[in-house]
């Protein structure tokens, strides 16, 4: 009686029926994968384009990842194909057989990932030291603050000091930096979370309330380039947008007079 219930509860086979045409459906998952992978550059939908001195450190782990990962993907994808299409129900009429598993092969499938898991962390350290742990002995060459929804720069005075009366402020989401050289930011929050990212330098800070952080690089090329609020800060976060104008070093000291005059007229005007 008890044998015979089981086997009345038991599925049919039929409920686990996968068509070949599912596992050719699955075989096209890799293959898509690996289409666009190969072909994303040659359409302009890869990385944007590196302007950071330390930038290629940054796209030399991103791409060891996902080669690494990739791999995995296409060969987990093919085996996923291989069963579905060997042990096809309606193509395959062997009893079923069941396992416990093997503990030696849990081991294994354990260990291989924790080592390669490691081996990226040791492998990233040089990226992280360039990028977040080996700060220039530089003065902040403007101070950024991320607040709903802008990004606002204040740049020091004639003094090199920050927070002082001649410190020229900017509203505009509009940053100017010099080309060529190393340059150290200070990034606050006067509200909420957000984070300062700049894709072009592959660099990205969280800016957190309460919280002076720094970030440093140098770019390597002239242009207009975005500035991009990569938190979900709240209902504005998607015009929370900037740009970073890389100039020379002349240009860059004329525009920042230029602003200094602009503000002292403005303040005058509303003195008098």
Request: charged content about 20%; glycine content about 6%; proline content about 5%.
């Amino acid at each position: 009686m008890g044998s015979q219930s089981l086997k009345h509860c038991m599925p049919t086979p039929a409920r686990f029926q996968v068509n070949r045409f599912w596992s050719l459906l699955f075989l096209l998952v890799p293959i898509a994968g690996v289409a666009t992978f190969a072909l994303a550059p040659h359409y302009n939908i890869w990385l944007p384009r590196d302007v950071s001195e330390h930038g290629h450190t940054i796209d030399s782990l991103f791409m060891f990842i996902l080669w690494l990962t990739g791999i995995v993907f296409v060969g987990t994808h093919l085996a996923l194909f291989y069963f579905s299409w060997k042990y096809e129900a309606s193509h395959n009429r062997q009893a079923v057989q069941y396992t416990h598993g093997s503990h030696s092969l849990e081991v294994v499938w354990t260990i291989l990932p924790a080592m390669t898991l490691l081996f990226i962390a040791i492998y990233q350290m040089d990226a992280w030291a360039v990028a977040k742990m080996r700060m220039p002995d530089l003065p902040p060459i403007v101070e950024v603050t991320g607040r709903q929804f802008n990004w606002d720069f204040r740049y020091p005075g004639t003094d090199g000091e920050l927070h002082t009366r001649d410190d020229i402020i900017r509203t505009d989401g509009i940053l100017y930096l010099p080309v060529d050289e190393e340059v150290l930011l200070r990034i606050t929050s006067a509200d909420v979370l957000h984070s300062f990212f700049l894709p072009n330098l592959r660099l990205k800070q969280d800016v957190i309330p309460g919280m002076r952080q720094s970030m440093w690089f140098k770019a390597r090329q002239k242009g207009q380039f975005d500035i991009v609020c990569a938190e979900l800060c709240g209902w504005g976060h998607y015009k929370m947008k900037g740009r970073v104008h890389f100039v020379t070093r002349a240009e860059f000291d004329a525009k920042l007079e230029s602003f200094r005059k602009e503000q002292n007229r403005v303040r005058g005007e509303e003195g008098s």
